[in-house]
């Protein structure tokens, strides 16, 4: 059983392979897609192509991964700005994971990877975490089965919103576990410091992140979100498993 970080990446090459290395040394293996024309890191599976979004982004090395490696069975999204959790390797949590989604709800028995768990214990801007899936473990049988077996995100995302729209929905399907004992540590740009309560404070936008943090696309997907919400998020339907 492997574990996946599958993260498109737009910062500096040194940076990114920073945080692409303490994944790594954690015990996990590392899908990355970096721009078109940007500077190469060094990783388990690298894709070059142009911006197309972060839900697409995240959907595609997924897929792709899932083809080249059958013992996949945990993707962990988030950004090149977050840190996985340093006291547990990925085998582990991997292992907690399957034990906890192999349990029987409402007598639906689903596979043992059929979930998203969110580590929670990074407490930055008030805990704003608990509302966001944003950097989660989405079980293999999950990206399979939701969303019509299309990908864990909803396409239609740039770079904000798809987070919030996984965790609603699986929490609505009853597949969503909030960890408070485990942490992703986001190295936000806002970021007051490195304390895990830190709170969040006005700083200038990176500049990969400038348009991404703009006003205007901040609105333009907050209203897909809510259209979405309001409609039961049509398009997320769970594909019936497939008996062997």
């Given at each position: ?17 920073a945080?692409?290395?303490k994944w790594?040394a ?7 897609q970096?721009d078109?024309?940007?500077d ?16 697409k ?6 897929k ?6 059958e013992?996949?069975q ?12 340093p ?10 994971c ?6 029987t ?5 689903y596979?043992?990877s ?22 989660p ?9 939701a969303?019509g ?11 904000m ?5 996984l ?7 009853g ?7 485990l942490?992703?540590l986001h190295?936000h740009?806002?970021r007051?410091?490195?304390d895990?309560n ?10 990969h ?7 205007a ?11 979405r919400k309001?409609?039961?998020f049509?398009?997320?339907?769970v ?6």
């Amino acid at each position: 059983m492997s574990v996946w970080l599958t993260i498109p990446s737009a910062r500096p090459a040194a940076e990114a392979q920073a945080c692409i290395d303490k994944w790594r040394a954690m015990g996990y293996s590392t899908a990355i897609q970096r721009d078109s024309g940007a500077d190469p890191v060094d990783c388990d599976y690298l894709v070059m192509k142009p911006w197309e979004g972060y839900a697409k982004a995240c959907n595609g090395l997924i897929k792709d991964v899932m083809e080249f490696d059958e013992g996949a069975q945990w993707f962990v999204l988030g950004g090149d700005d977050t840190d996985p959790d340093p006291n547990k390797r990925a085998d582990l949590i991997a292992g907690e994971c399957a034990d906890y989604f192999g349990e029987t709800e409402d007598g639906i028995l689903y596979g043992n990877s059929f979930g998203v768990m969110q580590p929670t214990g990074d407490r930055f801007a008030g805990g704003s975490i608990d509302r966001i899936a944003g950097s989660p473990w989405i079980g293999r049988e999950f990206c399979e089965r939701a969303y019509g077996g299309n990908g864990p995100l909803w396409h239609e995302y740039g770079h904000m919103f798809e987070d919030e729209e996984l965790r609603d929905v699986a929490m609505m399907i009853g597949v969503y576990w909030m960890r408070p004992d485990l942490t992703h540590l986001h190295r936000h740009f806002m970021r007051a410091s490195l304390d895990i309560n830190s709170p969040a404070i006005h700083k200038p936008v990176p500049p990969h992140l400038v348009e991404a943090n703009s006003p205007a696309h901040w609105n333009k997907f907050k209203a897909l979100y809510d259209r979405r919400k309001a409609a039961g998020f049509p398009g997320h339907e769970v594909l019936s498993a497939v008996l062997a």
